[in-house]
């Protein structure tokens, strides 16, 4: 395993995703942790991460000088370059000349072991401060800018490394290069970390932990409880019983995929409840978001409750007990909650929508070592359709926060085709992968006049919502080619009844949000 040690900005994660882009396992630990603890994970190498402080600030995270002395290969980037610096006794001064943004590098020993092979002037990625104008003993300098005479050294010897600017920023052209440059030459790694060892190994880790005891799992439609049970079934075959709770507000044929394509491509065995009755009564009469946003959550817990319930006392008269709950808990989820420890409740509570208290499940969580694009690659060598695989998001309340106004199996029928169309249209376009989602919504409570055939039309305005986003957080509309929008335009309206106008929503987010309701 290689460390990314975290010194708390945003970069972490991006470093240890382009690790594993260059096939080496990586995993983030926390700048708080003793290099003691570090060390005794073993690691073939450790990055120290950029960060937000100067050297020089009060509350700067240090590190234990242990760290540079163990042996292993060390690669500082940006703040854990300049920490390198100090701590090997180099000089970093506290300038207060702020290098910020795309930069141009000047190498001047091409040779070198994390240069070699790339150009003489480079662009790269600064962020920072202070500035290191002298590399500590036995240290030797490789690249410099206008600003700062030591942007990068090295230390063959004693395989430690560091550059000033940040590598994993695709705005540092060959950035990759020198990642792969120092883990492969500079650690002696060898690339041989694939997907197809975190299937096996994950296999094996849930035999282990589920032994023939028996699990389950809910299934939204979504990748990561798709993925997640998938795996699990690939370990432990009908000991795992998936459920998936149809509330009727499902988009054409999602989920007919779960219940065909998916138990086609997994043979896992699942259980249906079809409540889509139950959720329409509970919404007739309701049009405010915030109440159906209620209304949808509350019978959903009722229904995964009552299913899970019938499973387990199912599975007493006949087996082994149910002892485990799978969860298609990620990495970035991991991180965020401090490293997984003392998560596990909040986490059943927070996905599964509030298990009964007197159920003590464990969980199984398969992917909580991996990244969103990882998962999908799982995914596939899964053999799970494409369809499900690269998903676009989709809420939990499903079409009832598409439909401004109340929710009735007429208006969601009408939804559900004009969604369709839109969604046939952009992935015949070739626009799946460009646009992050896009929501169709229908305005149920307004009417505009039109004119079809020779006859004048009362019907409703749907709304179209392309956005594209990095992580949903923030998002802007995705300028979509005025030839698709027409043929999503002409379609709709010709065949949705009660359809006569199509708009476009062209606001980012903020201030709009990506759903309506
Ligand atoms: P907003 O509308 O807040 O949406 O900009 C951000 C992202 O979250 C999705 N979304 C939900 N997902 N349950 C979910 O699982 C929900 O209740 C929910 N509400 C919004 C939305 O589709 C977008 O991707």
């Given at each position: 395993v290689v460390l990314v040690v975290d010194f708390g900005a945003q970069y972490a994660q991006l470093i240890a995703r382009r690790v594993r882009e260059a096939r080496v396992y990586s995993e983030i630990v926390p700048s708080t942790m003793p290099v003691a603890e570090m060390l005794a994970k073993n690691p073939a190498a450790i990055i120290l991460s950029g960060g937000?402080?100067?050297?020089?600030?009060?509350?700067a995270p240090t590190l234990d000088r242990a760290i540079f002395e163990a042996g292993v290969p060390v690669f500082g980037m940006c703040y854990g370059f300049q920490l390198m610096a100090t701590t090997l006794g180099g000089t970093v001064d506290n300038t207060g000349a702020r290098e910020y943004g795309r930069t141009p590098l000047s190498v001047s020993k091409p040779g070198s072991t994390l240069f070699e092979g790339t150009p003489a002037e480079q662009s790269v990625w600064m962020s920072h401060g202070d500035a290191c104008s002298a590399a500590p003993e036995g240290f030797t300098v490789t690249a410099s800018t206008d600003v700062v005479p030591v942007a990068a050294f090295e230390n063959d010897a004693q395989r430690l490394y560091g550059v000033q600017y940040h590598p994993e920023v695709l705005h540092s052209t060959h950035g990759q290069q020198i990642l792969e440059h120092f883990l492969y030459r500079g650690a002696g790694i060898a690339p041989s970390w694939t997907t197809t060892n975190v299937v096996e190994e994950q296999i094996a880790l849930i035999r282990e932990q589920v032994g023939t005891r028996r699990a389950i799992c809910g299934l939204s439609g979504g990748v990561d409880s798709a993925v997640a049970a998938a795996l699990v079934q690939r370990a432990i075959g009908d000991q795992l019983t998936c459920v998936y709770v149809d509330h009727g507000l499902m988009r054409k044929g999602e989920t007919e995929q779960v219940e065909k394509d998916f138990v086609a491509a997994t043979g896992v065995q699942l259980k249906v409840v079809d409540a889509s009755e139950r959720f329409l009564d509970a919404l007739a009469g309701v049009s405010d978001p915030e109440e159906k946003r209620k209304i949808i959550g509350r019978e959903f817990i009722r229904v995964f409750e009552q299913a899970q319930a019938e499973i387990v006392a199912e599975a007493g008269v006949t087996?082994?007990?149910?002892?485990f709950l799978v969860q298609g808990t990620l990495y970035p989820d991991v991180v965020e909650s401090g490293g997984g420890t003392g998560t596990a409740n909040i986490k059943s509570h927070h996905n599964v929508g509030g298990l009964p208290e007197d159920l003590q499940f464990q969980l199984v969580e398969p992917l909580r070592k991996l990244f969103k694009d990882e998962v999908r690659m799982v995914g596939q060598e899964l053999g799970l359709p494409e369809e499900i695989v690269h998903r676009q998001p989709f809420p939990g309340p499903g079409l009832g926060i598409r439909i401004v106004g109340e929710v009735t199996r007429e208006r969601l029928d009408l939804l559900r085709e004009a969604d369709a169309i839109a969604r046939e249209e952009l992935t015949a376009a070739g626009l799946d992968r460009e646009i992050w989602q896009c929501p169709v919504v229908l305005l149920a409570d307004v009417r505009s006049v039109g004119v079809q055939g020779d006859g004048r039309t009362y019907g409703h305005p749907v709304v179209l919502r392309p956005v594209s986003s990095e992580d949903a957080m923030t998002a802007d509309w995705s300028r979509l080619p005025y030839d698709v929008l027409a043929r999503i335009s002409t379609r709709i309206t010709n065949e949705v009844k009660d359809v006569n106008r199509v708009v476009l929503d062209v606001t980012s987010k903020p201030p709009g949000t990506i759903e309506w309701e």
């Amino acid at each position: 395993v290689v460390l990314v040690v975290d010194f708390g900005a945003q970069y972490a994660q991006l470093i240890a995703r382009r690790v594993r882009e260059a096939r080496v396992y990586s995993e983030i630990v926390p700048s708080t942790m003793p290099v003691a603890e570090m060390l005794a994970k073993n690691p073939a190498a450790i990055i120290l991460s950029g960060g937000p402080s100067s050297v020089y600030a009060e509350s700067a995270p240090t590190l234990d000088r242990a760290i540079f002395e163990a042996g292993v290969p060390v690669f500082g980037m940006c703040y854990g370059f300049q920490l390198m610096a100090t701590t090997l006794g180099g000089t970093v001064d506290n300038t207060g000349a702020r290098e910020y943004g795309r930069t141009p590098l000047s190498v001047s020993k091409p040779g070198s072991t994390l240069f070699e092979g790339t150009p003489a002037e480079q662009s790269v990625w600064m962020s920072h401060g202070d500035a290191c104008s002298a590399a500590p003993e036995g240290f030797t300098v490789t690249a410099s800018t206008d600003v700062v005479p030591v942007a990068a050294f090295e230390n063959d010897a004693q395989r430690l490394y560091g550059v000033q600017y940040h590598p994993e920023v695709l705005h540092s052209t060959h950035g990759q290069q020198i990642l792969e440059h120092f883990l492969y030459r500079g650690a002696g790694i060898a690339p041989s970390w694939t997907t197809t060892n975190v299937v096996e190994e994950q296999i094996a880790l849930i035999r282990e932990q589920v032994g023939t005891r028996r699990a389950i799992c809910g299934l939204s439609g979504g990748v990561d409880s798709a993925v997640a049970a998938a795996l699990v079934q690939r370990a432990i075959g009908d000991q795992l019983t998936c459920v998936y709770v149809d509330h009727g507000l499902m988009r054409k044929g999602e989920t007919e995929q779960v219940e065909k394509d998916f138990v086609a491509a997994t043979g896992v065995q699942l259980k249906v409840v079809d409540a889509s009755e139950r959720f329409l009564d509970a919404l007739a009469g309701v049009s405010d978001p915030e109440e159906k946003r209620k209304i949808i959550g509350r019978e959903f817990i009722r229904v995964f409750e009552q299913a899970q319930a019938e499973i387990v006392a199912e599975a007493g008269v006949t087996g082994e007990p149910v002892e485990f709950l799978v969860q298609g808990t990620l990495y970035p989820d991991v991180v965020e909650s401090g490293g997984g420890t003392g998560t596990a409740n909040i986490k059943s509570h927070h996905n599964v929508g509030g298990l009964p208290e007197d159920l003590q499940f464990q969980l199984v969580e398969p992917l909580r070592k991996l990244f969103k694009d990882e998962v999908r690659m799982v995914g596939q060598e899964l053999g799970l359709p494409e369809e499900i695989v690269h998903r676009q998001p989709f809420p939990g309340p499903g079409l009832g926060i598409r439909i401004v106004g109340e929710v009735t199996r007429e208006r969601l029928d009408l939804l559900r085709e004009a969604d369709a169309i839109a969604r046939e249209e952009l992935t015949a376009a070739g626009l799946d992968r460009e646009i992050w989602q896009c929501p169709v919504v229908l305005l149920a409570d307004v009417r505009s006049v039109g004119v079809q055939g020779d006859g004048r039309t009362y019907g409703h305005p749907v709304v179209l919502r392309p956005v594209s986003s990095e992580d949903a957080m923030t998002a802007d509309w995705s300028r979509l080619p005025y030839d698709v929008l027409a043929r999503i335009s002409t379609r709709i309206t010709n065949e949705v009844k009660d359809v006569n106008r199509v708009v476009l929503d062209v606001t980012s987010k903020p201030p709009g949000t990506i759903e309506w309701e």
